[in-house]
């Protein structure tokens, strides 16, 4: 499958779970919905690097790329935690779309920090997405 279809797919995905995490925190407390959940995600990642073998540990070692996959760690960390703190005291009809917007964010970073390619219309798109954001959150 090329990177569309897997991107629409994790869109769909991610949005089922939240709707399933929103219904579990209804009795299970945030920290333990965050271990369960963030474990298969581990497991899927061993299962991964099981079938992939010794090309899957192709850079690992003290360089840029894994300071990056540190950071990267951290920050998704503070962005999970963060939303299930939110998904447990919030509706999840408010707070997955802001979730949702992240996307503002990476794209700008990859076009004014990695340098990938920007079209105006990309702008508009970002534009009209932060514009529904202010409609489905009021």
């Known amino acids: 499958m090329n990177y569309l279809v897997w991107s629409f797919l ?3 995905l991610y949005g089922i779970a939240i709707a399933f995490l929103k ?5 299970i407390h945030p920290a333990i919905a965050l271990i369960v959940t963030n474990s298969s995600i581990v497991l899927l990642g061993f299962a991964w690097w099981f079938i992939e073998g010794t090309k899957a540990s192709k850079g690992i070692g003290v360089n840029y790329s894994t ?10 960390a503070g962005a999970i935690f963060s939303l299930y ?3 447990h005291i919030g509706p999840a009809s408010v707070v997955a779309p802001i979730f949702s917007m992240n996307l503002v964010i990476a794209a700008s970073i990859g076009f004014l ?15 009209l997405a932060v514009a529904a954001l202010a409609f489905l959150i009021r």
């Open 85 to 87: 703190r939110a998904l």
């Open 10 to 12: 994790a869109l769909a």
């Open 23 to 27: 219904i579990s925190l209804k009795s």
């Open 67 to 76: 300071g990056a996959l540190v950071l990267t760690s951290l920050v998704l």
């Open 113 to 127: 920090i990695l340098g990938e390619p920007f079209k105006f219309s990309y702008l508009i798109g970002i534009g």
